[in-house]
């Protein structure tokens, strides 16, 4: 009789554990759908957040990963497959696309977009400090910094009586973007061209078109589809000798002379601190979207001098990042 109840109790005591592995909730999974293709610099910012907030991946936490490679006609498909993987949190990036497609697919999943495209008139959210849906992020505005840029550029190149202006007439904010160039050139007396593009062919074309129309300088647009052809624009940049600004400092890293946006970064950062903040039970109708103050400005003298341009002094000490 004692050894059956010692068998007995040795059987539970072996169950236990396995009793215990089978009540754990499951590890939440985080869905991440990037429009264009993964930055592992932009990515480190997020987990950093998310380990801030207690989530270490691999450990309590996973993370899907999807990306459109700059194909947006994708992000619908790719926005389902996450869906469908009965994520906890969708985290988007790369433009406004890919928050759209999200929304499209879900209702309920809550979302954290790092976006460029203004979240109230594009119909992710009611109101900015009170987004009411299961929508939430950073809205970064790049789009409206166009005339910021169009005045740093003028200041790089002030010989340029002509600066040509490259934009995606598709992107959704190209109405946006050209009232902001147009406003500025009018306050600065600066004659613009605006050219367009939205495939490898047109960049081609176009910049064949700077040189053609005798432009000095170019302002390259903030849009993700330039983003995914960064290499193509610096390479046709230097080929041309056309002094060029951008709004992602990964082009002048690249060769560029300058850029000046928010810093994506501090972008990723943030949408890594809500979806921690999701993930323990906030919900995204209530967390305000927030709007960076955080900007950079860089500048590669290397291609300044190889451009054979002078930066004026005031330039180089108010800038963010020197390259030389």
Request: glycine share 10%; no cysteine.
């Amino acid at each position: 009789m004692r050894r059956r109840k010692f068998i007995a109790l040795l059987g539970g005591a072996v169950a236990w554990p396995l009793v215990a592995r089978a009540q754990q909730p499951a590890m939440p999974v985080i869905g991440f759908l990037d429009g264009q293709s993964f930055d592992l610099h932009l990515m480190t910012a997020f987990r950093q957040a998310l380990k801030d907030a207690g989530y270490i991946e691999g450990r309590n936490v996973a993370i899907y990963f999807r990306s459109a490679n700059g194909q947006t006609d994708r992000l619908v498909t790719l926005a389902g497959d996450i869906v469908g993987r009965r994520v906890a949190v969708i985290v988007t990036a790369g433009g406004g696309a890919a928050a759209l497609a999200a929304y499209a697919a879900t209702t309920t999943i809550p979302i954290v977009f790092v976006s460029g495209a203004d979240p109230v008139t594009s119909g992710l959210v009611l109101t900015l400090n009170r987004p009411g849906s299961n929508a939430t992020g950073v809205y970064i505005f790049q789009q409206v910094l166009e005339g910021k840029r169009l005045a740093l550029l003028r200041g790089l190149v002030p010989a340029a009586a002509l600066i040509a202006v490259l934009f995606n007439p598709t992107n959704a904010n190209f109405q946006t973007q050209l009232r902001g160039v147009q406003d500025a050139a009018r306050a600065l007396g600066q004659q613009v061209s605006i050219l367009s593009a939205s495939t490898a062919r047109d960049i081609d074309v176009a910049f064949a078109t700077v040189t053609k129309s005798g432009a000095g300088a170019l302002l390259v647009g903030s849009d993700p589809f330039f983003n995914s052809e960064r290499d193509q624009v610096v390479a046709l940049a230097a080929r041309y000798g056309v002094p060029a600004i951008f709004e992602r400092r990964e082009f002048t890293r690249a060769g560029g002379l300058a850029s000046y946006g928010t810093s994506l970064a501090d972008a990723y950062r943030q949408a890594g601190i809500y979806t921690g903040r999701i993930l323990k039970g906030e919900k995204p109708a209530e967390l305000p979207i927030v709007q960076p103050t955080n900007f950079e400005f860089v500048i590669n003298l290397k291609t300044a001098k190889a451009l054979g341009l002078d930066v004026p002094p005031g330039f180089s000490s108010s800038a963010d990042e020197i390259i030389e």
